[in-house]
């Protein structure tokens, strides 16, 4: 099985772990990781990453974008319809006007407080056991730094619990839960998930996406996204096929940085376009590009 990606289109009740032991069986393979993982409820985008590949997860874009329907004049204790129900209040007074107004708080850089059932680690214990064992009351669960570049109302439904469809773009460790939350906390009337989509993640999206089901039907046709192409938005340093070779070896080529130090960057040369991740770093006063990561062994 060669190395490279696959977009896949994580179906609803599966979590991201399942996936990743389906794809083993299906490729045969144990080498098998995933981008970011995806509440089982949620489906959509869910980058997946075979054999060697695994080794360039961390390089890929770290943006995500998701289709939100958040329901108000409900909360729940999982922050989505999953959970069980805690409070019902009549909200057919609201319209979108009045939310929109509220939507900017969430834009920009923000705090945000995740789920109680989430898998952020608290004292050493995820948030989610603590929550199935009722000890989350004694726990102080700490906010976190996120990005949220752009929220869009798409629709809306009215009724005594009405819903609005949001388009979410946003930065890795988003809890679009967490928004359905603290917006219905706003709004004084509750607020919890209905559902979600996941439409783009660590650059791949959703149009160009493939199921389980088609990916069972043939797996020894399925065609790999290249590394190449997953790499494709990092800037690049074309080397010359002998120095290519030298720094595949893990030697460090001294050179004039043409980035900021540590900077990652995608090394090819003119026969081989992904030799794998260099950074530049200064050794001893002298500036050097480095392997951070060789993905070719000898071309």
């Known amino acids: ?34 981008a970011g993982t995806l509440d089982p409820a949620a489906t ?6 075979v054999g060697r590949a695994t080794r360039l997860l961390p390089y890929l874009p770290s943006d995500k974008a ?26 057919a007074h609201l319209t979108p ?18 789920p109680l059932y989430s898998a952020v ?9 603590l929550a199935r064992q009722g000890m989350t009351k004694a726990v102080d669960i700490p906010s976190r730094q996120v990005v949220i570049h752009q929220i869009d109302v798409v629709h809306w439904q009215p009724g005594d619990t009405p819903q609005i469809t949001l388009d979410i773009t946003c930065g890795a460790g988003t809890y679009i839960r967490s928004i359905a939350r603290d917006l219905g906390a706003l709004l004084e009337v509750g607020g919890t998930l209905a559902s979600l989509i996941r ?47 030298r720094w595949c070896q893990g030697q460090r080529l001294p050179m004039v940085p043409t980035l900021e130090l540590e900077q990652p960057l995608r090394v090819m040369t003119d026969t081989c376009p992904f030799l794998g991740i260099g950074v530049f770093r200064i050794k001893e006063g002298q500036s050097h590009l480095v392997p951070k990561m060789a993905f070719v062994q000898s071309f």
Not at 44 to 49: C, E, I, K, N, Q
Not at 66 to 91: E, F, K, N, S
Request: negative net charge; glycine residues 8%.
């Open 1 to 34: 099985m060669p190395d490279g990606f696959v977009n896949l289109h994580k179906p609803a009740g599966w979590t991201s772990h399942d996936c990743v032991a389906k794809l083993r069986r299906l490729l045969n393979t144990k080498k098998i990781g995933h």
């Open 44 to 49: 959509g985008v869910l980058p997946m990453a």
């Open 66 to 91: 998701y289709r939100a329907v958040v329901q108000l004049g409900t909360t729940t204790d999982t922050d989505d319809l999953d959970g069980t129900i805690l409070t019902h209040t009549p909200a």
């Open 97 to 114: 006007a009045a939310i929109t107004k509220h939507l900017e708080q969430f834009q920009g850089t923000i705090q945000q407080i995740p």
């Open 121 to 129: 680690h608290v004292d050493g214990r995820r948030l989610y056991d």
């Open 199 to 245: 439409t783009q993640s660590s650059g791949f999206t959703l149009d160009t996406s493939i199921s389980l089901e088609t990916l069972s039907e043939q797996p020894e046709q399925v065609e790999l996204i290249a590394p190449t192409v997953a790499m494709a938005h990092l800037p690049q340093i074309v080397l010359s096929p002998e120095v290519g070779r």
